[in-house]
């Protein structure tokens, strides 16, 4: 079954009263959740805090669910607020220096393992250097393969506010990754 046809019976069943179809939309969203909050506020606690929050808010405001949109793009939007209101919070507009763990990929031989993982870190590392609507945008396209239309629904712009700000955040990413290409 197609994830927005089932996301859209898992929201009626809730609404009607099933609890299970709600740990269903937890259990599928959770990981996605989690990991957007985690390229936004670099900080596991943190964005194990926000994921939690997203999927109170979710269950407090599910009525309020457009079914004309994608649920994907509704339960991202609150993640991404819900991130940036975080750093707000905390005084921080730009990411916290805490390293995120990444996991090491399965099935490679150890000399490709050590080269994808130098590449991640400094994939990283230029991520955290840029600014967070610039980081933003990046993991919602390439991370959590965001449509431009999702992308201007979920940060509440233009797609072609959206289109502009990845152009440029690019543009600066490729400038941050010449700094930590091994020499």
């Known amino acids: 079954m197609d994830n927005d046809v089932d996301d859209q019976a898992l929201v009626e069943r809730y609404r ?8 269903a939309l937890m259990v599928r969203y ?6 957007a909050a985690l390229w936004i506020v670099k900080s596991a606690d943190d964005a194990r805090d926000v994921a939690q929050d997203v999927f109170l808010k979710v269950a407090e ?25 975080l750093l707000r919070r905390n005084g921080h507009e730009e990411a916290l220096d805490d390293e ?21 870190r400094s994939i990283e590392r230029a991520l955290s250097g840029m600014s967070v ?8 396209r390439h991370f959590s393969e965001c449509s431009y239309q ?19 955040a690019r543009h600066r990413l490729r400038e941050l990754l010449k700094e930590y290409r091994p020499s």
Do not use: C
């Open 150 to 168: 999702e992308i201007a629904r979920i940060l509440d712009v233009d797609e072609k506010t959206v289109k502009s700000r990845l152009f440029e």
């Open 133 to 140: 609507m610039d980081r933003t945008v990046i993991v919602l």
């Open 16 to 23: 009607q009263g099933d609890r299970e179809a709600f740990t």
């Open 61 to 85: 405001h599910l009525d309020e669910y457009d079914a004309n949109h994608r649920f994907f793009s509704w339960i991202y939007r609150i993640a991404v607020n819900e991130s940036l209101n």
């Open 30 to 35: 959770q990981r996605p959740i989690y990991n």
């Open 100 to 120: 995120i763990e990444l996991p090491d990929p399965n099935g490679a031989d150890p000399e490709a393992r050590v080269g994808v993982v130098e590449r991640t």
